[in-house]
C-alpha cells in the first residue's frame, strides 16, 4: 500500500512563493524513488510540472524551468516542489505521484492541494 499525501498549498500573491511537500507512506520505498508533481488548472488536462528520478535528475515543464524546484528528503520520504516567481497560469491542483519505473506510468497519486495565485 502506497499512500501520498501533499500539502502546503495556499493563496498567494503574484510572484511570491510556495513549498509543497508530498508524505510518501509506504513499506516499499525503494520500489517509489521515480516521483513527480502534476497539476490541473480548472477546464484544463492535467499536465505534468516537474519529475525526479532515481538518481536525483530531474525534469521540468517549459512553462516552469527556472521558477520551480523538485527534491526529496530520503530520510523523511518527502518530496517538496518548491515554486518561485509565481502567476495567475500557475492557480491549479498540484498533485504528487509514484511509479516503480521511471519510464513507466505514475501509478499512485495523492488528492492533491489547491494553489491559487492572485494577481
Known amino acids: 500500500q502506497v499512500q501520498l499525501v501533499e500539502s502546503g498549498g495556499g493563496s498567494v500573491q503574484a510572484g511570491g512563493s510556495l513549498r509543497l511537500a508530498c508524505t510518501v507512506s509506504t513499506m516499499y520505498s525503494i520500489m517509489y524513488q521515480c516521483m513527480g508533481w502534476f497539476r490541473q488548472a480548472p477546464g484544463k488536462e492535467r499536465e505534468g510540472v516537474a519529475h525526479l528520478n532515481s538518481n536525483g535528475g530531474t525534469t521540468y515543464a517549459d512553462s516552469v524551468k527556472g521558477r520551480f524546484s523538485i527534491s526529496r528528503d530520503n530520510a523523511k520520504m518527502i518530496l517538496y516542489l518548491q515554486m518561485n516567481g509565481l502567476n495567475a497560469d500557475d492557480t491549479a491542483i498540484y498533485y504528487c505521484?509514484?511509479?516503480?519505473?521511471?519510464?513507466?506510468?505514475?501509478?499512485?497519486w495523492g488528492q492533491g492541494t489547491q494553489v491559487t495565485v492572485s494577481d
Open positions: 505521484a509514484a511509479r516503480r519505473s521511471c519510464t513507466g506510468d505514475y501509478i499512485h
